[in-house]
């Protein structure tokens, strides 16, 4: 039997409804000179491959809610992968230009500042629910956001992730300006990180981050040099979901995948 699927075609009727208090970040520096939301549309089916495998025991299609999403390409293979998804994005340039799955799946993407209140709902016949989300990510967003709000950024994950469930981000510790702009206004090592969630309430699992094994949406094989990862859980909520058994081959693949060596002898062999 294979995961319980939510979505294999939009012929379905679901209505994801976003309520928030700002529906744009406008004091984002990436919304105001728009530059990776303009740009990026990240996606890695080795990801998602491996998280399925995570929460194969799950009896319900898994629900995944992207933070930051910009182009929506990580919502659009969940999706096509039979997930329920919803992606959320601070600015609203690729909203107003149709850029890339945003001219596909307009119904599940959606502008929000995630440093505000908002709530993600799916309307049923029996009304407006809240939706309990076993994957909360966020792909090279939080150092985009100033320190004072990424306590409200921690209470809206908590909000809605389900009891189990893991917020998995990557966070970029390098300077960023373009145009005389500074993009990244929060830049710390990943012990401040781990420091600051543990003060938010939550804790990181490492022993899930060994578990993606460098393939993640974002990350240093794939368009954000020096970038970590964190998998993370509200504390005293355990460690996540029990972690599969892979084999040697598995994990020697997993490194090798998109790694410079592979990516030289691609280059190499087939020229691109």
Not at 55 to 81: E, H, K, T
Not at 149 to 170: E, M, Q, T, Y
Request: contains cysteine; glycine residues 8%.
């Amino acid at each position: 039997m294979g995961r319980p699927s939510l979505i294999n075609n939009r012929c379905q009727a679901i209505e994801i409804i976003v309520k928030t208090d700002k529906e744009i970040a406008f004091g984002s520096h990436d919304h105001l000179s728009p530059w990776g939301t303009m740009r990026d549309n990240s996606r890695n089916q080795n990801f998602n491959n491996k998280l399925y495998k995570l929460f194969s025991g799950n009896m319900s299609p898994l629900a995944v809610l992207d933070l930051g999403c910009s182009g929506g390409g990580f919502v659009r293979d969940c999706i096509n992968d039979g997930c329920l998804a919803v992606g959320l994005e601070g600015s609203n340039y690729s909203s107003i230009h149709r850029r890339a799955e945003w001219a596909v799946i307009p119904e599940f993407l959606f502008t929000c500042d995630i440093t505000s209140d908002f709530e993600v709902l799916l309307k049923s016949p029996d009304g407006l629910k809240l939706i309990d989300f076993d994957v909360i990510t966020s792909w090279d967003v939080l150092e985009h956001i100033d320190e004072n709000d990424l306590a409200k950024i921690a209470d809206n994950v908590r909000k809605h992730l389900k009891p189990g469930g893991v917020f998995i981000s990557s966070i970029s510790p390098n300077e960023e300006i373009v145009k005389g702009v500074k993009l990244h206004p929060t830049v710390h090592p990943k012990k401040w990180w781990v420091r600051k969630f543990r003060e938010m309430g939550f804790e990181n699992q490492e022993a899930l981050v060994a578990y993606f094994n460098t393939q993640f949406i974002r990350g240093p094989k794939y368009g954000a040099p020096n970038s970590f990862h964190l998998v993370l859980n509200p504390a005293g909520c355990g460690k996540g979901p029990a972690i599969p058994k892979e084999s040697v081959l598995q994990r020697i693949l997993d490194r090798w995948i998109a790694s410079r060596p592979q990516r030289l002898l691609r280059k190499l062999l087939i020229g691109n």
